[in-house]
């Protein structure tokens, strides 16, 4: 009998006649995936709308128990160990992704009244009160990295109930924090876990208040100017180099480029650079090529593993994007850009495709593995080439490039200089912060009260 993993409302576990097999990148069957019909979101939805509001200081302990439990506990049945395994074969994502999670969540949950408090604007106070745009919020989550849960936690400490529809893939890191939350002692109408079709997701977009939606550029463009909508996209994250390139600075490109199995938005997308982009692209291509294809239930794996044929499918399209392009790993692997390691699954190695332009289309190319396009660059071609970016990282000494970057809006967070982990910094907005999106400045002013009597 296959694991079950079941919608969750009411704090119930229920089952359903609407159900999948979920597989695992190995192609063998891991779970059914039990999902709520339409009607079923929209009354679940509504059953949210009774529960009684929770005060800020119980809501911080909660989620402060909460991440306690998901690192630590066994929680429906399942070890922290076991979630990272199921998590890991379900995602195809490495194993050591889900362990870091773990201690992440924890971290996060505990610190998390801190981190929201720092979203405030700095005018609210007498004459304005920071106030939530909404009740409930619907996410649509991704399956990439289960980092990105983190979003919703912080939804909640700003006082928000949350429905979830989880992401194909990764219904496993939802369903651990749902029941953790629970466990914690959370109001049951503040959390519920809806599995669904597309369109039960459509569905819960329109039942809920406001929705967080991660998706392609196809989704962006359905929900751009939609103001209860706020959606993440692709990162197309780059890294400027623009100084003596060195080990260190090839050891940085490589942590950005692969870290976490390149599965990240913040992971880098291209690398331009005013030196020779070639002899750059080559380095990096000798550095990447080593890394080890191996199951992604390994301690070892650094790699991300799908299906053969998705496999087969993401490395051919670095083709349709740039069919002259160089591909500067592929004469490295004696087995091939895509080996099969466990089962169906294969490997998906790295691809450092160098092309002749900063302008090339192909450079928006964002795959799910370490795969980065590299470009020349000159300081007359100015922001241009370098905007559109969830993350930008300058190796400069250039401070006007620096702050014209600042000045660009299609550039979501800039680094200057080589900092290693950045994305981990709960503090550090990476798309703008969440508050600015669930909250906003109403203006308050209240008279004195009467004076009494003499």
């Not at 692209?281 to 650094?302: G, I, N």
Request: hydrophobic residues 40%.
């Amino acid at each position: 009998m296959l694991l079950p993993l079941p919608v969750v409302r009411d704090g119930e576990e229920h089952t359903s006649r609407d159900a999948r097999v979920l597989h695992g990148v190995d192609a063998a069957p891991l779970a059914t995936v039990h999902e709520a019909p339409p009607l079923i979101t929209r009354l679940a939805v509504k059953a949210m709308r009774r529960a009684p509001r929770i005060p800020l200081d119980e809501r911080l302990t909660i989620l402060a128990e909460a991440g306690r439990r998901f690192a630590e506990d066994t929680l429906g049945g399942e070890s922290p160990q076991e979630y990272c395994r199921l998590q890991a074969l379900a995602s195809g994502v490495p194993v050591t992704v889900a362990r870091g999670a773990l201690g992440r969540v924890r971290e996060d949950c505990a610190r998390i009244g801190d981190v929201v408090a720092g979203q405030r604007p700095v005018g609210v106070g007498r004459a304005a009160r920071w106030a939530r745009r909404g009740d409930i919020l619907g996410v649509i989550a991704p399956s990439n990295h289960p980092g990105t849960h983190g979003a919703w936690l912080q939804a909640m400490a700003l006082g928000y109930q949350v429905a979830v529809r989880p992401g194909a893939r990764d219904p496993f890191t939802p369903l651990r924090l749902c029941r953790a939350l629970l466990a914690a002692g959370l109001h049951p109408g503040w959390i519920t876990f809806l599995p669904g079709s597309h369109a039960a997701a459509d569905v819960l977009i329109d039942a809920v208040d406001l929705a967080l939606v991660y998706g392609s550029e196809t989704t962006v463009a359905r929900h751009r100017g939609n103001a209860r909508v706020l959606v993440r996209g692709p990162g197309r994250s780059k890294i400027l180099v623009d100084r003596p390139v060195d080990g260190a600075t090839l050891d940085h490109l490589v942590a950005e480029i692969a870290g976490d199995g390149g599965v990240r938005c913040t992971n880098t997308t291209a690398v331009y650079t005013s030196g020779d982009h070639r002899a750059l692209a080559e380095a990096l291509a000798d550095r990447l090529a080593v890394l080890p294809a191996l199951p992604v239930t390994d301690e070892r794996a650094v790699l991300p593993v799908r299906p053969q044929k998705e496999a087969l499918g993401l490395r051919a399209s670095l083709r349709r994007a740039a069919p002259t392009a160089d591909d500067l790993t592929e004469h490295h692997y004696d087995d091939g850009p895509v080996p099969v390691v466990d089962g169906d699954g294969s490997a998906l190695r790295p691809a450092v495709m160098c092309v002749d332009r900063a302008d090339h289309p192909a450079t928006a190319t964002e795959l799910p593995f370490p795969c980065v396009w590299v470009a020349p660059w000159q300081p007359s071609q100015g922001i241009g080439p370098l905007d559109d970016s969830l993350a930008l990282t300058l190796l400069t000494d250039d401070a006007a490039l620096v702050g014209r970057a600042l000045d660009t809006p299609g550039i979501r967070t800039v680094l200057h200089g080589a900092l290693d982990g950045w994305w981990r910094d709960p503090y550090l907005p990476h798309d703008g912060y969440l508050g600015q999106f669930l909250r906003e400045a109403r203006g308050f002013a209240s008279s004195p009260p009467p004076r009494s009597p003499a």
